[in-house]
């Protein structure tokens, strides 16, 4: 079973950065495919991007690509999301998920571990 807390939410404006994190517990961290996900207030909840359990590989959504990049350190089992150029509708809830999968998914069905989630608010 692995607990997952994500940190660096927060306010900032248009065209900032932000930093999130998720610590890890468990000594399985690396055997799991990471995924970053949103949800906005009356929205489904997407996966803004997804990393492979070494840190090799990374997928992301059209809506942040370029923008937005996924690191993990499986040392310190942590993933992380930079975020940058943000924009009003970056605005949301961040989530980050553990899935026990060979291959880097973006449904929330594949992810059965889930942080508690940290809120991203970009003013314009």
């Known amino acids: 079973q692995v607990q997952l807390v994500e940190s660096g939410g927060g306010l900032v404006q248009a065209g900032g950065s932000l930093r999130l994190s998720c610590a890890a517990s468990g000594r399985t961290f690396s055997s799991y495919v990471m995924g970053w996900f949103r949800q906005a207030p009356g929205k489904d909840r997407e996966c803004v991007g997804a990393?492979?359990?070494?840190?090799?590989?990374?997928y992301y959504a059209d809506s942040v690509k370029g923008r937005f990049t996924i690191s993990r350190d499986n040392a310190k089992n942590t993933v992380y999301l930079q975020m940058n150029s943000l924009i009003s509708e970056d605005t949301a809830v961040y989530y980050c998920?553990?899935?026990?999968?060979?291959?880097?998914?973006?449904?929330?069905?594949?992810?059965?571990?889930w942080g508690q989630g940290t809120q991203v608010t970009v003013s314009s």
């Open positions: 990393i492979s359990r070494r840190g090799g590989n990374a």
């Open positions: 998920a553990a899935g026990n999968t060979v291959i880097m998914r973006a449904d929330v069905a594949a992810y059965a571990y």
